[in-house]
């Protein structure tokens, strides 16, 4: 994507053996630029505001396959999402701790007759999207085509805590299920980042996210490091199952159609 590609060209032009003292020179010169050359890091920082509650600044930094979300703090806890090993890790510092989750499926089977709704309308520098359940409004928000790579790689990260999500929703009691809840950590997890990079989005909830900028910088690999000496648990990634009995039926037909996880290649 941003890699210094330029790297292996130099490496190639160095390792071609010409002879003279002039162009034996310049090689040197051109190898040694490509050791001192790596990788660059993308830098997102988003303002995110949740009712009756102080503002606060949300860093995203992404490397290879790596994603890592703090708060803009390099020495205080922070979330590593590690897209090919499929785990996402919760580090706290304070008590020398680190909480993983493993990928799995979430299990739950969307409700018959609710109906997801997704919108476009133009707007002011660009087009407002919303989303709704049965004519409720669960998010509107701009994206923008850029760092598209890095918005699917959030959208992964929140399509992964859909498990958990999932075992949240089943754990609540009937009565407080929030259709937008189930709508937008489950059923369509990350629909918000499959445009592009979000500039803003507004949730039914309250809370808001404002982009405030992005950049390219120089990797740092020790800030997707987890750190050593912590005590280490991950959290079971068990298939969720729904109470409801016709719902229940209908998920176990799913599942017969899907292979076990021994034959998923």
Not at 95 to 110: E, F, H, L, N, S
Not at 130 to 149: G, H, S, W
Not at 235 to 259: C, F, L, N, V, Y
Request: hydrophobic share 40%.
């Amino acid at each position: 994507m941003r890699l210094a590609c330029v790297a292996g060209v130099f490496t190639l032009v160095g390792g071609m053996g010409f002879a003279g003292h002039g162009l034996a020179a310049t090689d040197r010169l051109k190898l040694t630029l490509a050791r001192s050359i790596s990788p660059l890091m993308s830098v997102i920082r988003y303002e995110d505001r949740e009712p009756d509650q102080p503002a606060y600044i949300s860093r995203i930094l992404v490397l290879g396959e790596k994603m890592r979300m703090d708060y803009d703090k390099d020495d205080e806890g922070f979330v590593l999402f590690d897209r090919k090993a499929g785990m996402v890790w919760h580090v706290s510092p304070g008590d020398r701790r680190m909480t993983g989750i493993a990928a799995g499926k979430p299990g739950v089977v969307w409700p018959s007759g609710w109906k997801l709704k997704r919108e476009e309308m133009p707007s002011e520098q660009g087009v407002l999207v919303q989303v709704r359940v049965n004519d409720m409004l669960c998010v509107e928000f701009k994206a923008a085509p850029l760092l598209r790579d890095e918005a699917a790689m959030f959208a992964d990260f929140r399509r992964m805590l859909a498990v958990n999500q999932a075992k949240a929703w089943l754990g609540t009691p009937e009565e407080l299920h929030d259709p937008c809840t189930l709508a937008l950590d489950v059923h369509s997890a990350g629909i918000e980042y499959r445009d592009g990079l979000p500039l803003a989005i507004r949730y039914w909830d309250g809370r808001v996210r404002v982009h405030l900028g992005h950049a390219s910088m120089r990797s740092r690999p020790e800030l997707f490091e987890l750190p050593a000496g912590y005590l280490r648990s991950v959290a079971g990634a068990r298939q969720a199952t729904i109470s409801d009995p016709e719902i229940k039926a209908a998920q176990t037909k799913s599942d017969k159609r899907q292979p076990s996880a021994s034959q998923a290649r």
